[in-house]
């Protein structure tokens, strides 16, 4: 069992920057992969981003250059930072982990429903 609590989220004008946080309990040795998605009002969950155990991280095209995704071991927290922020960054983002070997955070970016545990998610909102 892992549990997730997201924070961070807030609102920003556009052209912003937001971090967001994502602190884990229970069995966090457990997992393979840990990922944030987002989820727009009136439209499907999409990734964000991902980070492997072996360290290897992927992104969504539409984030990359300006989010970045990073993890504290010590603290059991997952960060993403977020940068140059749009009004199409308005979204809820979930932390989400996986705790079976064998894909990679690029296919589970595609696929959140095969993701495990998921936090309650934090709410960012980008104004014009």
């Known amino acids: 069992q892992v549990q997730l609590v997201e924070s961070g989220g807030g609102s920003v004008q556009s052209g912003g920057s937001l971090r967001l946080s994502c602190r884990a309990s229970?069995?966090?040795?457990?997992?393979?992969?840990i990922a944030w998605f987002r989820q727009a009002p009136g439209q499907e969950r999409e990734g964000v981003a991902a980070?492997?155990?072996?360290?290897?991280?992927s992104y969504a095209d539409s984030v990359k250059g300006r989010f970045t995704i990073s993890q504290d071991n010590a603290e059991n927290t997952l960060y993403l930072q977020m940068n140059s922020l749009g009004p199409e960054d308005t979204a809820m983002y979930y932390c989400?982990?996986?705790?079976?070997?064998?894909?990679?955070?690029?296919?589970?970016?595609?696929?959140?429903?095969?993701?495990?545990?998921w936090g309650k998610g934090t709410l960012v909102i980008i104004s014009s």
């Open positions: 989400a982990v996986q705790t079976e070997p064998g894909l990679r955070g690029a296919y589970y970016l595609k696929n959140p429903d095969r993701m495990n545990y």
């Open positions: 229970g069995d966090t040795n457990s997992y393979y992969t």
């Open positions: 980070l492997d155990r072996d360290g290897r991280t």
